[in-house]
């Protein structure tokens, strides 16, 4: 815990070759738009009800993308 991880979202996007100005656009941009998400949800109550499920969604597809880069030694 004491030691920075290159496991993190940035740090794979740099390695893929995105240019370091454009990984901070991108992650501004998820940012706003996760942002609106949430107050969409806030402002339709049948959404609110089920934002449990799309919060899981989300988290698969992320999940689901992100597991190509980890690797396990």
Not at 22 to 43: D, E, H, Q
């Amino acid at each position: 815990p004491f030691e920075p991880g290159t496991d993190h979202l940035h740090h794979l996007l740099a390695r893929h070759g995105v240019a370091k100005g454009n990984v901070v656009l991108l992650l501004y941009v998820v940012g706003l738009l996760l942002g609106g998400i949430g107050l969409v949800i806030y402002a339709i109550p049948t959404l609110e009800r089920n934002s449990v499920y799309i919060f899981l969604g989300g988290f698969l597809i992320y999940s689901l993308i992100m597991r190509k880069d980890i690797k396990i030694d």
